[in-house]
């Protein structure tokens, strides 16, 4: 069946160094894929998305990079501060419903 | 820009009691959806609406209704609340179709069931 899963459960990074954050779907025929972050105490927010026309997308330090070869996208956020700890997870809308797949989540800590 | 709303932010209830959370939102989005949080599980469909006076059902339906009578608001209600029902419950809306679209989450009612 469909899934869009992760592949660690928690991520320790050290402040200023670059986090990377893993994501595999199994949905080949999937077009569009988001990142959310999730803070402790509120709503999923988004992050970035991209395109299957597309394998890298950049943002304000964040990029996601895309393999379709072997479904699998990441999160790379860059110079990791004490802000960016939180939950991050990725979603897809499968195509032809309405529903989003969502990951559980990583749970990125950024030491001091 | 409020975004998405919802209220209230925490509920306590007794085991039969029932309640309705509501969802705003100011985007003029199309399409809503309820989802509950459990820990280690993600995020769960409960129900959605892809308009005004449409609602229908997602992964985890039952025990719960919903309402879309206006396109800014869509109300989640517990019939009679169960202690299973205790979660985090986040409604999101989009501008259309998901194909290609993001949700926007609100900050979630935190409910227990007691």
């Known amino acids: 069946g469909e899934s869009v899963g992760l592949h660690l459960p928690t991520l320790s990074v050290q402040e200023g160094d670059n986090s990377i954050i893993n994501c595999a779907y199994s949905?080949?025929?999937?077009?569009?894929f988001i990142w959310y972050k999730q803070e402790s105490g509120k709503g999923p927010q988004f992050i970035i998305d991209?395109?299957?026309?597309?394998d890298k997308r950049q943002g304000q330090r964040v990029t996601v990079l895309l393999n379709k070869t072997v479904k699998h996208l990441s999160l790379q956020i860059a110079a990791t501060q004490p802000g960016d700890s939180a939950v991050y997870f990725c979603?897809?809308?499968?195509?032809?419903?309405?529903?989003?797949?969502f990951g559980t989540g990583t749970r990125l800590k950024v030491l001091a | 820009n409020a975004g998405v709303t919802q209220t209230p932010k925490f509920r306590v209830l007794k085991t039969g009691q029932s309640m309705t959370l509501l969802c705003a939102q100011d985007?003029?989005?199309?399409?809503m959806y309820w989802y509950r949080q459990d820990p280690g599980m993600g995020l769960r469909l409960i129900h959605y609406?892809?308009?005004?006076?449409?609602?229908a059902k997602g992964e985890v339906p039952d025990g719960y209704n919903v309402s879309r009578l206006k396109k800014q608001n869509f109300l989640l209600g517990l019939e009679s609340a169960a202690p299973s029902q205790t979660s985090v419950y986040f409604c999101?809306?989009?501008?259309?179709?998901?194909?290609?679209?993001?949700?926007?989450f609100g900050d979630g009612t935190r409910l227990s069931i007691l």
């Open positions: 949905n080949s025929a999937s077009d569009y």
């Open positions: 999101a809306s989009s501008l259309s179709r998901p194909l290609n679209q993001p949700q926007h």
């Open positions: 609406s892809v308009g005004e006076g449409t609602t």
């Open positions: 991209i395109r299957s026309n597309m």
């Open positions: 985007m003029n989005h199309e399409y």
């Open positions: 979603a897809e809308p499968p195509s032809g419903t309405y529903k989003y797949i």
